[in-house]
């Protein structure tokens, strides 16, 4: 696409370096990108992509350092699905690249056309896209230079917008080395492509080392959203996307889209631990999940060809335009419909995703559809059957979340989330008004009712109806009876267990009259056994919201004030 206010001839015939430019294509908040050619003897010339630092951050040496160095690294890359990287120079201070020209379109423009369309991405397409980009990012990961030395480049920006599909069908990683030198410098220029914040793993918001597995992370972000059409950690700004990724749940693709198989929607959800020793160990891993879970779903490039070919015949015509005006063998009417072609809207994007319950994680007979399906209250115990892919138990503190924050705010810092596994059991008609509590990141930490269900009336004269009423509402799937203990003779129990309390905005905290602090509480000891703790926000509401407590174990809630019950 051209830059917004520009003519698309607007730097014609301009040369950096050895490449003359034919056309400007955008401009972003570190470089500008232009579609260029070289030429030679016997009609010889090949076409590229340059990128140019902008001037603005010419003076930047630190920034010219990594550039330079990351250059250096992925113009060694060659890798079917990674755009190359030919040639490096300077130019009147500027320093530049000519990389891989790819007659193509981008993840969000593919989006964007079957959206005008009222179409969904088919799913063999979403899935092999992804398959290709952890191959690409693989061979990234795993990098040795010819030297021998090992040279791993993490990503740091997989996202739809660095992802391109040819013409052809061929898939191609972009912008190795550039987005990590931004990232390092942190630099958040006007004009930095949006939406970006929301691929981010967890361990970038901690400012810890990172491996290939946090371009996994993003990889899963990516296919979600593809997957239920729907952007995952949308907000109304950086600051707001980030907080959504701290603290709202997820929910599984096959919930949000029912046609999507089980096994697809586990590879995603794994890619999506917030734990990375839970995620898929290498990109390779990743790529052989997604083909063993896709099986015949799953297209092949001539497929992926066929509708790149359908959904945009124009924009293919304008650019064949546009590489003949090079020569001037297209008259003015072609230029000028093949501008207008490539300056048609790109969109619509993914739309925000709507708040849905977030269904239990990890057994074979989970809920598919949100309407009939009920997120039940859970013992706070390990899931046997979930084992393999439960995060271990978090150990974040006050001090760290302080700082996590503090980084959000300074350092522009970014977090992600993760959905551990629990069990589904019955609901009581008393907890029917109980509070939806997000996901935690603790494997034995419980999920409890969805607000506003309505729990099936109890039979005088049958104890279990309400049971099996529920057993019903869930598809018939067995759940095991959760009962309250009994008030006249409470048994007594030994022990201390701990709680972790994330509300939204805060809320002092107290336990009888006894204060127990401020949200967010982090690990507070308190004794086995039910709590009634009462909640005071900044409208001085007091809210109740009981909470059990076993010996060893960490109960957790993440929720919003409003939901809490008033008393």
Not at 76 to 92: C, K, M, S, T
Not at 327 to 349: C, E, F, H, I
Not at 421 to 430: I, S
Not at 512 to 531: S, W
Request: aromatic share 6%; with cysteine; proline share 8%.
């Amino acid at each position: 696409m051209p830059a917004e206010g520009f003519p698309i001839d607007f730097y014609r015939g301009e040369r950096i370096g050895k490449y003359e430019v034919v056309t400007q294509l955008s401009v972003g908040g570190m470089a500008e990108l232009f579609l260029g050619f070289t030429s030679g003897p016997g009609g010889f010339r090949k076409y590229v992509v340059i990128k140019r630092v902008l001037p603005d951050a010419r003076d930047n040496a630190q920034f010219e350092r990594m550039f330079l160095d990351e250059a250096r690294i992925t113009a060694a890359f060659n890798h079917p699905n990674i755009a190359q990287v030919f040639d490096l120079g300077r130019e009147d201070d500027g320093l530049y690249l000519a990389m891989e020209f790819i007659a193509g379109q981008n993840l969000n423009q593919i989006t964007g056309a079957c959206l005008r369309r009222q179409e969904q991405l088919p799913l063999g397409f979403t899935l092999s896209v992804a398959r290709d980009v952890c191959m690409a990012l693989h061979y990234a990961h795993v990098y040795t230079a010819p030297s021998g030395a090992p040279s791993p480049v993490i990503h740091r920006d997989v996202a739809q917008k660095n992802i391109m599909v040819t013409y052809d069908g061929v898939v191609k990683l972009l912008d190795f080395g550039i987005a990590k030198a931004k990232d390092s410098l942190e630099r958040t220029n006007v004009g930095t492509v949006k939406g970006t914040t929301g691929y981010m793993s967890p361990e970038q918001v901690r400012g810890e080392a990172l491996d290939g597995r946090s371009d996994l992370f993003a990889v899963g972000v990516m296919l979600h959203e593809l997957i239920t059409g729907a952007r995952l950690f949308a907000g109304k700004n950086e600051r707001d996307e980030m907080m959504k990724i701290l603290e709202e749940p997820v929910p599984w693709p096959s919930h949000v889209a029912p046609h999507v198989p089980e096994a697809v929607s586990k590879v995603v959800m794994r890619a999506l631990e917030r734990s990375r020793e839970k995620r898929f160990a290498t990109g390779r891993d990743m790529a052989r999940a997604i083909e063993a879970a896709a099986g015949k779903l799953l297209l092949d490039a001539h497929d992926r060809a066929a509708l790149m070919q359908d959904l945009f015949a124009e924009r293919m015509s304008a650019t064949r335009v546009m590489l003949e005006s090079a020569d001037g063998t297209t008259n003015g009417v072609m230029l000028d419909s093949a501008k207008r072609a490539l300056r048609g809207d790109d969109g619509p994007y993914l739309p925000e995703r709507k708040d849905l319950p977030t269904p239990s994680n990890g057994v074979a007979g989970m809920p598919r559809k949100p309407s009939r399906k009920v997120q039940a209250a859970a013992a706070p115990r390990r899931p046997a059957a979930a084992s393999q892919q439960q995060p271990p138990e978090s150990k974040t503190s006050n001090v760290l979340w302080g700082l996590v924050l503090l980084g959000i705010l300074v350092g522009g810092g970014y977090a992600a989330w993760h959905l551990s596994k629990v069990l589904n059991e019955t609901v009581e008609e008393e907890d029917a008004s109980a509070l939806r509590t997000l996901p935690s990141h603790d494997p034995n930490l419980p999920i409890y009712p969805v607000p506003g269900y309505d729990a099936p009336t109890p039979d005088a004269g049958n104890p279990e109806a309400p049971a099996k009423a529920l057993g019903a509402a869930v598809g018939g799937e067995d759940v095991e009876e959760h009962r309250p203990k009994e008030a006249a003779s409470p048994r007594p129990a030994k022990g201390r267990g701990k709680l972790t309390l994330l509300v939204l905005p805060e809320a002092e905290v107290f336990r009888g009259k006894k204060r127990v602090g401020r949200t967010p509480m982090f690990n507070v000891a308190l004794p086995v056994g039910e709590h009634d703790l009462t909640l005071v926000g900044p409208d001085g509401k007091k809210r109740m919201l009981s909470v059990p407590i076993t010996a060893g174990e960490t109960t957790q809630f993440r929720l919003k004030l409003a939901e809490i019950p008033e008393r």
